[in-house]
């Protein structure tokens, strides 16, 4: 059985920065789509930034880009994203999630979806307040 666990939530000033982090086990990393989701109170849960399984392509929600990055280390079967100039509306509880069903022609709606996505963590708590 696979599982993927993140860590690094937490709370933080506006304008700071936190690393997440998710380690996979159970599973050939590398043959992994990474992505990273959010859920804020009452919202959906919404895409964040997703990584290709090389890692040479990433993907990342507008309101995200410039701030965010999203990272994998195969050989750790780690992934990061990395995100900095947080605001209030980053709150939220985030999520990794993992697919093997991915295509470089999937959709944009197909690769933001949640329901794209079989394998995922238990979620961190990133509270951004002053």
């Known amino acids: 059985q696979g599982q993927l666990v993140e860590s690094g939530g937490g709370l933080v000033q506006p304008g700071g920065s936190l690393r997440l982090a998710c380690a996979v086990s159970g599973h050939t990393f590398s043959d992994l789509f990474i992505a990273w989701f959010r859920q804020a109170p009452g919202k959906e849960r919404e895409f964040v930034a997703g990584?290709?399984?090389?890692?040479?392509?990433?993907y990342y929600r507008n309101s995200v880009k410039g701030r965010f990055t999203i990272s994998r280390d195969n050989a750790e079967m780690t992934a990061y994203l990395q995100m900095n100039s947080l605001n209030a509306e980053d709150t939220a509880v985030y999520f990794c999630?993992?697919?093997?069903?991915?295509?470089?022609?999937?959709?944009?709606?197909?690769?933001?979806?949640?329901?794209?996505?079989?394998?995922w963590g238990q979620g961190t708590q990133v509270t951004v307040s002053s």
């Open positions: 990584i290709s399984k090389g890692g040479g392509n990433t």
């Open positions: 999630a993992a697919t093997t069903n991915f295509s470089p022609t999937m959709s944009l709606r197909a690769r933001t979806s949640a329901t794209t996505y079989g394998e």
